[in-house]
Nanobody, 124 residues
Framework: QVQLQESGGGSVQAGGSLRLSCLVSGPIYSSYCMAWIRQGSGREREGVAVIQPDGSTSYADSVKGRFTISQDNAKNTLYLQMNNLKPEDTGVYYC??????????????????WGQGTQVTVSS
């Protein structure tokens, strides 16, 4: 059974940093696209970062240069390092997995598995 479990959310001031983690269990880690998707209050879900099975990464324009997606295969854990956070980064952040092709940056309806989400709040 596939399970995704996020942790690491919290409240920070603008300019601060947070690192989100997602523990992945089940037979998907090495062959699926892994992504972070967020949803702010009153806003649609937005894909912010993707890592493909070959390790290549892609980012939404709104987070380029500030967020870094990575994975530790030995720990079956996906990470999202978020630096220079802005109030508009506030929202619930979800870890997701998708059988390729990787579509999270173009639309979020194709994800096969979702975590429960973790709240990130950035104050000005």
């Amino acid at each position: 059974q596939v399970q995704l479990q996020e942790s690491g959310g919290g409240s920070v001031q603008a300019g601060g940093s947070l690192r989100l983690s997602c523990l992945v269990s089940g037979p998907i880690y090495s062959s699926y696209c892994m992504a972070w998707i967020r949803q702010g209050s009153g806003r649609e879900r937005e894909g912010v970062a993707v890592i493909q099975p070959d390790g290549s990464t892609s980012y939404a324009d709104s987070v380029k240069g500030r967020f870094t997606i990575s994975q530790d295969n030995a720990k079956n854990t996906l990470y999202l390092q978020m630096n220079n956070l802005k109030p508009e980064d506030t929202g619930v952040y979800y870890c997701t997995a998708e059988d390729p092709p990787c579509t999270a940056l173009f639309g979020t309806s194709g994800q096969d598995y979702w975590g429960q989400g973790t709240q990130v709040t950035v104050s000005s």
